[in-house]
């Protein structure tokens, strides 16, 4: 079975700050992975996500992801964050030839001016 | 072209009643997974359908929860003489082919027992 840890479940941050959000899995097994943003009152919109090659991801509105094996980890990272990334962010885990995401709890970034 | 569209956005229940959720898909989808969000808690699989096929429902409740997706028409998740810890946010996520593409989320129906 997999499971994912986010163990910060809040993160206040400065506006131009830089942000790491953190996440980590348990499985037995190689899985995919992805980090998941959702505004209030919104549904999930795919941040990135990683299913093999490089362990550095890019994905949308400046986000980034590096994915360590053997941490287990897959830590989201923004360089200097705007108030707009204010919001709640979902790690999740797949694995190959499943069909279902597995998320952590989430982690609530708010950004202060 | 529209994304995944859910009704009711927002949906009271008297404690007893029926619950019925409606998601449609995005176009050109068939594949339908719906997720329930408990207050302060992640998304919880609940189960994953194609057109007519109910693949996977390893997160359903044993009871009073069914899901379905017909030929024609909307994908409904169906709560039965719902109590108050069926309150939630109910996401429905589609995709264009199983394995691992991406899901595309709708922006749920937030369920109310009262």
């Known amino acids: 079975a997999q499971s994912v840890t986010q163990l910060d479940s809040q993160v206040p941050v400065f506006e131009e700050a830089p942000v790491e959000l953190r996440c980590n899995y348990s499985?037995?097994?190689?899985?995919?992975l992805f980090w998941y943003v959702q505004y209030p009152n919104q549904g999930l919109q795919l941040l990135l996500k990683?299913?093999?090659?490089?362990?550095l991801v890019k994905g949308i509105n400046g986000f980034e992801a590096e994915f360590n094996k053997s941490q287990t980890s897959f830590h989201l990272r923004k360089p200097s964050v705007h108030i707009s990334d204010t919001a709640e962010y979902f790690c999740?885990?797949?694995?190959?030839?499943?069909?279902?995401?597995?998320f952590g709890t989430g982690t609530r970034l708010q950004v202060f001016p | 072209n529209a994304g995944v569209m859910q009704n009711p956005r927002h949906l009271v229940r008297r404690r007893g009643q029926e619950a019925r959720l409606r998601c449609s898909p995005m176009?050109?989808?068939?594949?339908v997974y719906w997720y329930r969000q408990l207050p302060e808690e992640g998304l919880k699989f609940m189960v994953y359908?194609?057109?007519?096929?109910?693949?996977?429902e390893s997160g359903m409740p044993k009871e009073r929860f069914s899901a379905e997706f017909p030929k024609e028409g909307p994908s409904i998740l169906r709560i039965q003489q719902v109590v108050r810890g069926d309150s939630a946010a109910y996401f429905c996520?589609?995709?264009?082919?199983?394995?691992?593409?991406?899901?595309?989320f709708g922006p749920g129906t937030r369920l109310t027992v009262l």
């Open positions: 996520a589609s995709s264009h082919a199983r394995t691992n593409n991406e899901q595309f």
């Open positions: 499985s037995s097994v190689s899985v995919y």
């Open positions: 990683y299913l093999s090659g490089s362990t």
């Open positions: 999740a885990v797949s694995p190959p030839g499943a069909d279902k995401l597995i």
């Open positions: 176009k050109g989808h068939s594949h």
């Open positions: 359908l194609q057109k007519e096929n109910i693949i996977d």
